[in-house]
């Protein structure tokens, strides 16, 4: 009977991260999907009456060089910066998934050639490679997508490799083999499933990387473009500002810290309630 209620308290309270990152996530998500409804003013107004006002009742986080209100800049901005969460791990997270479960099933001449790639790529910083490409492409949210992309996906690949490698060595995939399954439903079937949970817990931690990404892309003048709202723009809008308007970078910078703080419990709520189940 004790066992009986250990586990439903187990499973009816999860950790207190997972709780804690999903309510400040529940909160930007709110503030992407419905900013309209929760910013107090128009993001690109501008009101020449109000030049860089500090905080105030009627502007909390202050305004501008234009008079535009930093909190609903900073609540637009939020729309903008999920997005990039999403659609610059979404991909990679896919399409590296299937690469690293087959290759690790497959092994061979295809494994070999993977090997070679990540030993070439992983002695270049991600973050020069991803500049490069972008600068090479043109700024812009469409083409950082590509360039993280195109080289994010193989990180996901060899987290994956890695676990269907060790899933691969069970008796369970042993059995399947002699029951005459084919390759793919040992693979996606059997040794998918049960060799995903890492890779689902680091695209958590993943996202709260992507979002740091776009503001750096942002703040250096590759990411989202003027007069768009998103974080790193708004802190490069107010670097020349920072001794007399210093809250122009600053709550952006909050916000940033809060959004991958949220992504971060997350990720490591998920990982405990796995641990677990385990």
Known sequence: MSATIAARRRFVLPPWSLLGGAAILLVLLACAVVPEYIAPYSPTNFDFRSLLQPP????????????????????????????IAIFATLFPAIFGTLVGSVLGYVGGWPDAIFRRIVDVLITIPFLVLVIVIVAVLGPGLGNMYIAVS?????????????????????????????????????????LLPNAVAPVLVYWMTDMALEILLG??????????????????????????FMTTA????????IAIVLAGTGFSLLGDGLASMLRRGR
């Open 215 to 240: 503001s750096s892309l942002g703040y250096l003048g590759l990411g989202a473009q003027p007069p768009t709202a998103e974080w790193g723009v708004l802190i490069a809008d107010g670097k020349n």
């Open 56 to 83: 105030t009742l009627a502007h909390p986080f202050g305004t501008d060089n234009f008079g535009r209100d930093i909190l609903s800049r900073t609540i637009w901005a939020s729309s903008v910066d999920l997005q």
């Open 150 to 190: 195109a080289v994010n996906w193989i990180i996901y690949a060899r987290l994956m490799r890695g676990e269907v490698l060790a899933q691969a060595s069970r008796d369970y995939a042993a059995a399947g083999r002699v029951m005459g399954y084919g390759p793919i439903r040992i693979i996606f079937r059997h």
């Open 246 to 253: 210093w809250w122009m970078s600053i709550f952006p910078g």
